[in-house]
């Protein structure tokens, strides 16, 4: 089957799928976007990805031209001619085309595309012997700068937190506060569990506001697990009984070494394939079905 993305309107192939060299998406990363998931032709958690779309468009002052109830009924058509059962979903906001100044007023209408495709950012070695990562000097964009939980499309600090992860022989990296305290990663959100209880960075700190984050803390609570958002230095990682990050893209991956130091035994741990055991099931049985 062809892959179709939907843009402005339309339903068009890959090759099709042109935007100006003019759009400020392009030109400033100026525009917002979120990242979906699909399980058995179900959207994980569609409409908490389009509520947050829209606030990220909101801080940054751009209307998106659709309701969300539209946009849903957008994303689920695109997704549904596509065909996949299992797939990723982008959808993607710019300011629209507008002139090679920085002045938004310029820019007439936005430009809205979606794209459904696969995705693996890690192979299945890292999910079942956990992976080995580091921190590096690139510090988080401050809450005070940027407000990270607005995923905007401009990510240049996560990239390069992922070029110096890259350079050193790794495949990610977990980036700092300004005062040198666990933020995420470039592309995760980043757990521990210390003391037996299951902690997680405040979003104040700069980070984002995942939603597989979101979907772990509540999840831990229905365990019986104590959660807790908490600022996080190195010692307490290096010191931790276990790790490991979450994303959209990422799902659940553990963490068995950070910065040459063993987390825990080395292994991946009791408490991490409880929670990736019991997460499995929430995205077998939940979602917004398109097929």
Aim: aromatic share 8%.
């Amino acid at each position: 089957m062809e892959q179709k993305i939907y843009l402005n309107g339309e339903f068009v192939s890959r090759k099709e799928a042109k935007i100006s060299v003019y759009d400020h998406g392009l030109l400033y990363g100026d525009g917002v976007f979120e990242g979906l998931r699909t399980y058995n032709g179900r959207i994980f958690k569609l409409q908490e990805h389009i509520d947050r779309l829209y606030k990220s468009a909101k801080y940054i002052c751009l209307d998106i031209p659709l309701t969300k109830e539209k946009l849903a009924k957008i994303i689920l058509e695109t997704t549904r001619i596509n065909g996949r059962k299992n797939c990723y979903i982008r959808v993607v906001v710019t300011r629209g085309e507008g002139d090679l100044g920085l002045d938004p007023d310029k820019c007439a209408k936005p430009t809205v595309f979606i794209i459904v495709d696969k995705i693996e950012l890690y192979p299945d070695k890292f999910y079942k012997e956990g992976m080995e990562i580091i921190t590096v000097p690139t510090q988080r964009n401050s809450a005070s700068n940027i407000d990270p939980c607005v995923k905007s499309l401009n990510y240049l600090n996560n990239i390069l937190g992922k070029i110096e992860a890259k350079n050193a022989g790794f495949n990610e990296a977990i980036m700092l506060s300004k005062e040198g305290f666990i933020t995420e990663c470039t592309g995760d959100n980043v757990f521990i569990l210390k003391d037996n209880i299951l902690k997680t960075p405040p979003t104040h700190l700069g980070v984002l506001d995942g939603i597989t984050r979101r979907v772990i803390m509540k999840m831990a609570k229905k365990l019986a697990v104590n959660v807790r958002e908490e600022i996080i230095s190195r010692y307490d990682l290096f010191n931790a009984q276990e790790c490991f990050l979450t994303g959209t893209a990422a799902e659940i991956i553990p963490i068995v070494k950070v910065d040459g130091r063993i987390i825990g035994d080395g292994k991946v741990g009791i408490m991490t394939n409880k929670i990736r055991a019991e997460f499995k099931k929430i995205i077998e049985k939940e979602g917004t079905k398109y097929l």
